[in-house]
Each structure stands twice: as structure tokens, then as C-alpha cells.
């Protein structure tokens, strides 16, 4: 690609108007209509291209700073630079280039909420009415942002059109440039007795009641969308859509592990020797536990489906109860007397080292993850 300066013939120190002067000079030397050539025709090209880059102070200083030889169109990531050309030409904006006028009811934003959950209502779900600070339909209106008996009037200076246009003379000759009615706003039409309740927005900020079935096995960070439950969008416009974001709270006795439940089951001594029965009270209500004689710290202890039901799918999980042996550090002389006669009785060996099981550290690492 040939350099700008040199096809209009300037250095590139050149000032605004030497280069307008030298595109003036080659456009008129080098028009179709004076110069029929093929060749002509390509450098006209060349000279109407190179002045549009060198004429637009953004684009000349991307040029000069190696930013393609092109000027600006290039790339894929260029075409900021036509688009603008264009704009100029033709007017910006939908209602511009389309004709149509814009109309005053837009979609909404969407809202998000944050709800803050026990555990307990993880496990089967739970219901909430969940105040919301939103954009809400203007009644006095009823979004059509007008007073009440009156309506929208058609612009006097568009002709309802939305939209402009003007005769431009450049050095191409004249161009039709369209751009949105100034009056209107691009809308075609004007409100002269707008609603006074909501300015004329055709909607008002006020405090709505959301009712919501969370559905069993959420966890934190999980967001639930409810479709056009959000805010009424301008001109009484379409409701954009409400994201409720749960955090889960933290449970001082029961953790979560997937749709597992865990806890932790203090056992004493002489029940981990004898066995016992016992009753704990569960997020969902009681549970029985049978302590097998001779428990160890560490076993776990399974429930079968009195952990969370699932997020999709109604097989809940399990309750898993890991076991700890408290081990008495206080004992009276009657009691430490037994313990030793136990302990005579039973001729159990000194500490020393067993054979690794891998199981074990599994099993104290989890508890400690847990605990």
C-alpha cells in the first residue's frame, strides 16, 4: 500500500490545510468525470483515500504511529474508522438510517437480589416474599407517559418521521446527511401536558413484594432467574428479568458436603466400650443412632437419606456422623481406681507404632476439615 503523504504529495509534517490543498488539486485532476482513464480512476481512489485518513486528526495519528497502512481499515478492529465516514454521510443512529422513529417504550433492566438462607431450608426448599426496590408502571398513566386525556403529538419539525435531513455541500459535491429531530428527540412525537406522577417516564420507583418457591438443595453463590420480574422499562416498556442470588449461613452443628450432611457425635468413654443408643435432634427432626460397642474416633456413622434433597432430582443424601471419644481428664480416685483395675484386667500393650492405614489420616484429615 502506497504512503498517504506521498500519494497526495505532502511531507508528513504537513499542515491541515497544505493537505486539503493538495487532495483539491488531484481530486479535480484526476475525477472520472474530467479524467476517464482506468488509471486515473485507480489513483482517484488512492488520493480520496489517503485524505480521508490524513484529514481525520485520530486516524493521522494512528497512521502515523504505524497503525496500518490502511489508516484505520485494515483489520477487523479498524472499522471504527469507516463507520464514522459513514456516519457523517448518512446520520447516526437507528432512527437515522432506518427512517423509523424511536419508540418510547424500552425493555427493562434486570435486578438482582440477594437472599440470605438457613441450612434448614436448604434441605427441602423454602418459600419467601422478598421486597424488592424496582421500577414500577406509572397507574396514574398507565405508561403512556402522557396526563391523563391527552396523548402524544407529532412533531411539527420532523413530521413524525424521528429523524432530519440536510444538504451538505463537501468536496464531493452535495450529500444528504439524516440526523434524529432535535425537538423530538427521535421519537416522532411530543408530550405538551406530560403525566405528573411520573414525569413523563411512564414509570415510577416504588417498593414491590416478590413471592418465591427456592427450590431445595441451593447452595451460596447460586443464582435463580425469575423472566419479567425485574424493572418496567421507560414508557411503560417490558419487565427485564430478576436474579435472586442465595447465600447459604453457616450451621453451628451441621455441614454440607455436596447433598451430604455431616456432624460430629461426642461418645464417651465407656459407651465406645459398651454401645448406646441415642437420639439427635436433625435439621428435619429427630434421628436415632445406634454406638456399636468397641467405636473407634473416627468411625463414621451413615444415615441413609437424611441429608439434602437435590438440586434437580428428589433422592436426598445422607447424614454422616463422624465420632469422637472423649477421653475423661478428670477422674476421682474411686474412678482412677477402676480405670487401673480395668487396665490390669485387660493387659493391653504399651503405646507403640502399628502398621500404617492410610484410612486413619483420611479419616482425622476429614475431621479436621469438618470440625
Known amino acids: 500500500m502506497a504512503d498517504h503523504y506521498e500519494v497526495l504529495g505532502v511531507s508528513r509534517d504537513a499542515s491541515p490545510e497544505e493537505i486539503k490543498k493538495a487532495y ?40 502515523d504511529m ?6 484505520g481499515f485494515g483489520g477487523a478492529g479498524d472499522f471504527g474508522g ?28 434486570d435486578a438482582l437480589v440477594r437472599v440470605d438462607l438457613d441450612l434448614k431450608d436448604v434441605v427441602f426448599g423454602v418459600h419467601r416474599d422478598i421486597d424488592v426496590d424496582t421500577a414500577v408502571m406509572c397507574e396514574t398513566c398507565n405508561g403512556s407517559c402522557t396526563q ?36 423530538c428527540q427521535g421519537y416522532g412525537t411530543t408530550i405538551p401536558y406530560p403525566c405528573a406522577t411520573c414525569q413523563g417516564q411512564g414509570r415510577v420507583r416504588a ?6 418457591d427456592i427450590p431445595a438443595g441451593v447452595d451460596t453463590g447460586l443464582r ?18 430478576l436474579y435472586i442470588e442465595v447465600s447459604v449461613a453457616t450451621h453451628p452443628v451441621f455441614s454440607r458436603e455436596g447433598d451430604d450432611l455431616l456432624a460430629t457425635l461426642e461418645v464417651s468413654m465407656p459407651d465406645a466400650v459398651l454401645g448406646a443408643a441415642t437420639t439427635i435432634e436433625g435439621l428435619d427432626g429427630p434421628v436415632d443412632l445406634e454406638v456399636r460397642p468397641g467405636v473407634q474416633s473416627g468411625d463414621v456413622l451413615t444415615i441413609k437419606g437424611r441429608g439434602i434433597t437435590p438440586l434437580r432430582g428428589n433422592q436426598r443424601g445422607d447424614l454422616r456422623v463422624g465420632v469422637h471419644v472423649v477421653t475423661p481428664t ?42
Not at 38 to 50: C, I, M, P, S, W
Open 148 to 183: 391523563p386525556g391527552t396523548t402524544p403529538v407529532r412533531c411539527d419539525i420532523c413530521h413524525g418521521t424521528g429523524h432530519i435531513q440536510r444538504t451538505v455541500r463537501s468536496l464531493l459535491g452535495n450529500v444528504v446527511t439524516s440526523q434524529p429531530c432535535g425537538t
Open 82 to 109: 469507516f463507520s464514522d465516514i459513514f456516519e457523517s454521510f448518512f446520520g447516526g443512529g437507528g432512527a437515522a438510517r432506518g427512517g423509523r422513529p424511536r419508540s418510547r417504550k424500552e425493555r427493562g433492566q
Open 207 to 212: 417498593r414491590r413484594t416478590v413471592s418465591i
Open 66 to 71: 504505524g497503525g496500518g497502512q490502511n489508516g
Open 224 to 241: 435463580l432467574q425469575l423472566p419479567g420480574s425485574g424493572e418496567v422499562g421507560p414508557g411503560g416498556g417490558t419487565r427485564g428479568d
Open 330 to 371: 478428670k477422674l476421682d480416685a474411686k474412678e482412677r481406681g477402676l480405670i487401673e483395675e480395668f487396665a490390669k484386667r485387660t493387659k493391653a500393650p504399651a503405646p507403640h507404632l502399628a502398621e500404617f492405614h492410610q484410612g486413619l489420616f483420611s479419616k482425622l484429615r476429614d475431621r479436621f476439615r469438618n470440625g
Open 24 to 63: 483539491r488539486r488531484l481530486a479535480r485532476e484526476l475525477h472520472p468525470d474530467v479524467n476517464p482513464g482506468e488509471d486515473a480512476a485507480e489513483r482517484f481512489k488512492l488520493v480520496t483515500h489517503a485524505y480521508d485518513v490524513l484529514s481525520d486528526p485520530q486516524q493521522r495519528q494512528r497512521y
